[in-house]
């Protein structure tokens, strides 16, 4: 596993982010594991996510010449991303939108650099993958070219269809998926931590029931 997943789940689990147990979902799915970026609140705590972020970019190997956050968890990671890239001799601009239009001042919907070429969306986690729709939609009315969507974690959870909500927002739009961190991937980091036997067969069975049928 590479290191920069070991270290996004190390700070998931110390700050409280990635929780085990079970959980009722919004679905009504009881679920083994929650996940809640938001725990993730501190300065320096944000920094490494932000590296991770720009690890899993970087990994990814796509060209990007801007990046884009959907409101509104998407602007502080944007931010963060963007400064954590720039620390990897990468220096990108980012923009990221108002759920209203600003009728006054600068006006409009869309705050920080132009949109122009291939577009990276940095949001924390994809559900219905509505936001994500809205975001590509208007990153395409600005004449950019929306690429790519990176996610702190795939849940490899399918919707009401058989794929996942990740894949099907990929295969239906054409955006190359980049996922900081996979259900496959937290499966490898518990099996090394003795003691979590029962947690990775719950999640396994999760899996077998709810996971993206490929």
Known sequence: MQDHKTRFLDLAFDHGALRLGEFTLKSGRVSPYFFNLGAIAGGSAM???????????????????????????????????????????????????????????????????????????????????????????LIRANQAQPCALVVALDRQERGTGNRSALRELAEDTGIQPIAVCTVDDLLAYLTRHPGQENVVEAIRAYRRTYGDLG
């Not at 060209?63 to 620390?87: Q, R, S």
């Not at 940095?122 to 936001?131: E, F, L, R, Y």
């Open 47 to 137: 920094a490494t996510l932000a590296d991770c972020y720009a690890r899993a970019i970087l990994d990814a190997g796509i060209e990007l010449d801007g990046l884009f956050g959907p409101a509104y968890k998407g602007i502080p990671l944007v931010t963060a991303t963007a400064c954590a890239l720039a620390g990897h001799d990468v220096d990108l601009p980012f923009t990221y939108n108002r759920k209203e239009a600003k009728d006054h001042g600068e006006g409009g919907q869309l705050v920080g650099a132009k949109l122009a070429g291939r577009i990276g969306i940095v949001d924390d986690v994809i559900t219905a993958g509505t936001a994500v729709r809205e975001a590509i939609a």
